[in-house]
């Protein structure tokens, strides 16, 4: 199985032809508004023929049902997390814009629950727990194919199932986490919390640990969205996860955006 980063957090998986796609944006609609000076490009993959698209959420970016649209073949399929029973104001903010698209499309769409399982010709897709920071759904996905496991976190939390995951799946070889530890302030969340939305450096390398990872790839860990009032990553992401990796013992990654990578080469150790 071969790989590469799409930007931000966005991944392309390929094997025997056949490839997925996961948080896959070319266009984060209003949240242009708080790029930063230091950003990702966006990668498009070739157009028609992924064989599913993963979503972790919705929110903008992570979701893009134009990109989604383009890289999916005529019979691919859209796996995404199920929607609340009950939506508040604050979910039509966060995730509003991306449920029209997609309600507007004609995808096929699959909601899916954590432990939900999917085979996708060389691909076995499963769908993980994962938290989000303001509250709306989100999974995280781990594929395997060629002998070889690859989990894809979103932008989630720290929380209590890494454990049970590799009790269940086993090792993870390449974890792609996020780690940009960004505080928000967006006018509909107030009063603002101080506490990370999304994972910090240190809790990144220590998810990695406990998913016995043979190596962390830093996704949604740059500077590709600021803001100084609504977001606010923390400056030094790669350096804090070098650091802390190496005193662990733990193999990282950074992936630039459009580059190929074989993903047994890109877990070994250096």
Same mark, same amino acid.
């Given at each position: ?16 032809? #056949? ?8 266009? $984060? ?17 070739? %157009? ?43 979910? #039509? ?28 010709? $060389? ?26 496991? *690859? ?53 990144? *390398? ?11 790839? %830093? ?8 803001? %100084?009032?609504?977001?606010? $990553? ?26 190929? *990578? ?6 070994? %150790?250096?």
């Amino acid at each position: 199985m071969r790989l590469r980063r799409l930007g931000w957090a966005g991944l392309e998986l390929e094997t025997s032809g #056949q490839s997925v796609v996961i948080d896959h944006i070319v266009d $984060p609609g209003f949240l242009s508004a708080i790029f930063g000076d230091t950003r990702d490009d966006f990668i498009s993959p070739e %157009p028609g023929q992924a064989r599913a698209a993963l979503l972790t959420h919705l929110h903008r970016d992570h979701a893009d049902v134009t990109a989604v649209e383009a890289a999916l073949a005529t019979d691919g399929v859209v796996l995404r997390p199920a929607r609340k029973r009950a939506e508040s104001p604050l979910d #039509q903010a966060a995730t509003g814009e991306a449920e029209a698209a997609l309600a507007a499309s004609r995808l096929r769409v699959h909601a899916c629950e954590p432990g939900d399982t999917f085979e996708m010709g $060389p691909f076995a897709i499963t769908a993980l727990p994962a938290s989000d920071g303001i509250g709306s759904p989100q999974v995280s996905w781990l594929v395997k194919a060629d002998s070889q496991s *690859v989990l894809h976190a979103g932008d989630t939390l720290w929380h209590g199932g890494w454990w049970d995951i590799v009790a269940e799946h086993g090792p993870i070889d390449l974890a792609f986490l996020p780690a940009n530890g960004a505080e928000i302030a967006f006018p509909q969340w107030q009063p603002a919390a101080t506490v990370p939305s999304v994972m910090t450096p240190e809790q990144a *390398v220590d998810a990695a640990r406990a998913l016995q990872a043979r190596s962390l790839v %830093p996704i949604h860990y740059n500077r590709t969205f600021e803001h %100084p009032d609504y977001y606010r $990553p923390v400056a030094d992401a790669r350096e804090r996860l070098e650091d802390l990796a190496d005193r662990h013992g733990i193999a990282v990654r950074f992936l630039e955006p459009g580059d190929w *990578v074989d993903a047994g080469l890109a877990a070994a %150790p250096t």
